[in-house]
C-alpha cells in the first residue's frame, strides 16, 4: 500500500503480496476489466534519453482517449528528479510559495530533459493561468530538500529520495513533515492505484489528465498524461480509467496530480527547445497556449548514446 507518514517504511511481506496478487487478477477477471481488450492499446517502450522511455495509448471506448507516457528507469546513470523551487523574492507559505510559469518555461529555465504540471495550485482565474504571478500549492511540494508547500491531509504526494528511491505516500496526518531524506516531492488529489489494484471512485467525470506511479520493485516510475475536451481526438478519462491506464503501464501505486488545461508532457529536442508530446486541451481553443501552472516537476538525464 503507499506509505503513509506515520509508518514510513511499513512493506508487506511477501506472501501477502503474492495472495494480493491474486486476489487482484480474480477481481478484475469479474468485474471484466481485461487489459488484454484489444479497444485498450499501447506501443512497446522507446527510449528517447538514457534512463527515459516514451510510449503511447489509444482507447475508443468507453470513449476516445489519447494517451502518453513515460517510464524513468531511477537506476540509469545521470537520472535526477527537480521540482519547482521556492519563490524567490517574498517568499510566503501563505501568500507566495512559487510563481506561475509554464512546463515548456520549466524545462528549459532548469535545461530538464523532460517534464510535467504537478500540483494543484491557487489562485485559480482565466487571468492567472494565462499569466505569471504568485501562486500557493495544495499539498506537499518539496525541491532540492527545501519545502516549498506543507503537507495537507488527504493529498498524496510522490516522493524521490536523496538516494533516487520513489515512492508514493497516503498523507495521515495535517502538518507531518517528510524524512529528511526526501529531495523531491509532489502532491495530487487522490490516490489512483493502491498496491496493483486499480481504486474505485465515485466521481466519474471525465477531464485531461496527469498522473504519476511507481512500479512494484520500485524500479520504475511512469507518468502518464491523457489529452481531453477534444472531441473527435480525445475526450479525457475518469479518475478510474486513469488508474487503469497506469497499471497498464506498469505501475503498482499512483496518484492524481493537477490536470484539465494543465496537463501537460514536454522534453527537450535536440536544439535544445521543450517539445510539447501531447495536445493540452488550451486556453481559447488554443492548444499551444500552454496554461501557467503552480509548480512543475521534470527529469534530468544523459542523451542517447550516438
Do not use: C
Amino acid at each position: 500500500m503507499p506509505l503513509n507518514f506515520n509508518t514510513f517504511f511499513r512493506f508487506r511481506p511477501p506472501m501477502k503480496l503474492l495472495l494480493r496478487t491474486t486476489f487482484i487478477f480474480l477481481i478484475l477477471s469479474i468485474s471484466g476489466f481485461v487489459f488484454a481488450d484489444e479497444s485498450w492499446q499501447k506501443t512497446d517502450w522507446t527510449p528517447i534519453f538514457q534512463g527515459i522511455d516514451t510510449a503511447t495509448g489509444q482507447a475508443d471506448v468507453p470513449r476516445l482517449m489519447r494517451v502518453y507516457a513515460m517510464r524513468i528507469d531511477l537506476k540509469a546513470d545521470g537520472i535526477g528528479f527537480f521540482s519547482t523551487p521556492r519563490a524567490e523574492d517574498g517568499f510566503d507559505f501563505k501568500v507566495k510559495e512559487t510563481v506561475r510559469e509554464t512546463v515548456p518555461q520549466f524545462l528549459e529555465k532548469h535545461a530538464l530533459q523532460a517534464a510535467f504540471n504537478a500540483n494543484f495550485y491557487s489562485p485559480f482565474s482565466a487571468q492567472t493561468i494565462r499569466t505569471s504571478g504568485p501562486s500557493v500549492l495544495r499539498g506537499l511540494a518539496v525541491s532540492q530538500g527545501q519545502i516549498v508547500s506543507k503537507n495537507e491531509k488527504g493529498w498524496p504526494v510522490f516522493l524521490v529520495f536523496k538516494d533516487n528511491r520513489a515512492e508514493i505516500a497516503d498523507i495521515q496526518e495535517e502538518g507531518t513533515e517528510p524524512p529528511d531524506e526526501v529531495e523531491t516531492a509532489v502532491a495530487g488529489n487522490r490516490i489512483l492505484v493502491d498496491q496493483g489494484v486499480v481504486v474505485q471512485q465515485t466521481n466519474q467525470d471525465v477531464h485531461p489528465r496527469t498522473a504519476v506511479g511507481v512500479s512494484q520493485d520500485s524500479h520504475y516510475v511512469y507518468f502518464v498524461v491523457i489529452d481531453g475536451r477534444q472531441p473527435g481526438y480525445s475526450d479525457g478519462a475518469s479518475y478510474r480509467e486513469t488508474g487503469q491506464w497506469l497499471v497498464l503501464f506498469g505501475a503498482w501505486n499512483g496518484i492524481n496530480l493537477d490536470g484539465g488545461g494543465s496537463t501537460t508532457m514536454a522534453i527537450r529536442s535536440a536544439e535544445g527547445k521543450a517539445k510539447v508530446l501531447n495536445t493540452p486541451s488550451g486556453q481559447d481553443g488554443n492548444p499551444t497556449n500552454y496554461r501557467h501552472n503552480g509548480n512543475s516537476i521534470g527529469i534530468r538525464a544523459k542523451l542517447l548514446a550516438p
